[in-house]
């Protein structure tokens, strides 16, 4: 059993994906920072509110025994008031949508490496070409 999961371990597919892992995680947090420190503070700018993420709509009272401010959105999460947090939530879309729209740079940068790397192995295989066959025998010629 051992050495069945060392196989497994070692074949090429799970280490490329723990790779892959830790380098999404690390590219995540990229992601996060460009949002969180970048793109956001602009929109807040745009919005007139320092802190976009922090915007939110009360669904209910806060309990009797609550002394925070009323704009303070984690205070009021975490005395369990009921609330629509819809800053976070937009700040999280835009966070993905910019990690989608990267990969997707990748991702097809990456597709055009392969398919020219497969055109040019192609072309190596089927041999010289009309031009290379042409250009030798005018050489052969000359000579």
């Given at each position: 059993m051992f050495s069945e999961?060392?196989?497994?371990?070692?074949?090429?597919?799970?280490?490329?994906?723990?790779?892959?892992?830790?380098i999404g995680?690390?590219?995540?947090?990229?992601t996060t920072s460009l949002t969180e420190d970048v793109i956001m503070p602009i929109v807040s700018?745009?919005?007139g509110t320092p802190?976009?993420?922090s915007m939110f709509?009360?669904?209910?009272s806060p309990p009797s025994d609550y002394a925070g401010a009323m704009d303070d959105y984690?205070?009021?999460?975490?005395?369990?008031?009921p609330m629509l947090g819809w800053g976070q939530f937009l700040t999280v879309v835009i966070n993905?949508?910019?990690?989608?729209?990267?990969?997707?740079l990748i991702v097809r940068y990456a597709n055009k490496v392969m398919k020219q790397m497969e055109e040019e192995k192609a072309a190596e295989e089927s041999g010289p070409t009309e031009i290379d066959l042409l250009t030798e025998i005018r050489d052969n010629l000359k000579k």
């Amino acid at each position: 059993m051992f050495s069945e999961f060392k196989e497994f371990i070692l074949k090429g597919n799970v280490l490329d994906l723990a790779v892959a892992v830790i380098i999404g995680a690390a590219f995540a947090t990229i992601t996060t920072s460009l949002t969180e420190d970048v793109i956001m503070p602009i929109v807040s700018a745009i919005l007139g509110t320092p802190d976009f993420s922090s915007m939110f709509i009360l669904l209910g009272s806060p309990p009797s025994d609550y002394a925070g401010a009323m704009d303070d959105y984690a205070a009021l999460k975490e005395a369990g008031v009921p609330m629509l947090g819809w800053g976070q939530f937009l700040t999280v879309v835009i966070n993905f949508l910019i990690l989608a729209f990267i990969i997707f740079l990748i991702v097809r940068y990456a597709n055009k490496v392969m398919k020219q790397m497969e055109e040019e192995k192609a072309a190596e295989e089927s041999g010289p070409t009309e031009i290379d066959l042409l250009t030798e025998i005018r050489d052969n010629l000359k000579k």
